[in-house]
Nanobody
Framework: QVQLVESGGGLVQAGGSLRVSCAVSGRTFSRYCMGWFRQAPGKEREFVSAIRWSGDSTYYADSVKGRFTISRNIVQNTVYLQMNSLKAEDTAVYYC?????????????????WGQGTQVTVSS
C-alpha cells in the first residue's frame, strides 16, 4: 500500500508560480512511476507530468511543457511539481499518483494509488 498526500495548492495570479508537493509513504516504491494529473470543473482528469522514482526520465503534457517541472527528493520521499508562468486554464485540482508499472505512464488507468488532491486557482 502507498499513501500520497498533496500540499501547496492555493490562489495565484496569472504569470505567477506555485509549487505543489506530494509526500509518499508506504511500501517500497523504488520502481514506481510518479505522476501528476489535474481535473478542472466539468472536465475529465488529464495527465500533467510523470517521473520515474529513479529520476532518470520525465514526461510532460504539451500544455505544460516548458512551464512546469517535475522532480523528486529521495531522502524526503516527496515529489514536486514546480509550476511557472501559470495561466487561468491551469486552474484545477491537482492529484499525485503512483504507478507500479515499468516506465513512464501517462494514462490514469495505469496508476494504482492516488492522493486526495490540492486546489490550484489562477486568477486572470
Amino acid at each position: 500500500q502507498v499513501q500520497l498526500v498533496e500540499s501547496g495548492g492555493g490562489l495565484v495570479q496569472a504569470g505567477g508560480s506555485l509549487r505543489v508537493s506530494c509526500a509518499v509513504s508506504g511500501r517500497t516504491f523504488s520502481r514506481y512511476c510518479m505522476g501528476w494529473f489535474r481535473q478542472a470543473p466539468g472536465k475529465e482528469r488529464e495527465f500533467v507530468s510523470a517521473i520515474r522514482w529513479s529520476g532518470d526520465s520525465t514526461y510532460y503534457a504539451d500544455s505544460v511543457k516548458g512551464r512546469f517541472t517535475i522532480s523528486r527528493n529521495i531522502v524526503q520521499n516527496t515529489v514536486y511539481l514546480q509550476m511557472n508562468s501559470l495561466k487561468a486554464e491551469d486552474t484545477a485540482v491537482y492529484y499525485c499518483a503512483a504507478s507500479s508499472k515499468a516506465g513512464l505512464r501517462y494514462s490514469s488507468y495505469e496508476y494504482d494509488y492516488w492522493g486526495q488532491g490540492t486546489q490550484v486557482t489562477v486568477s486572470s
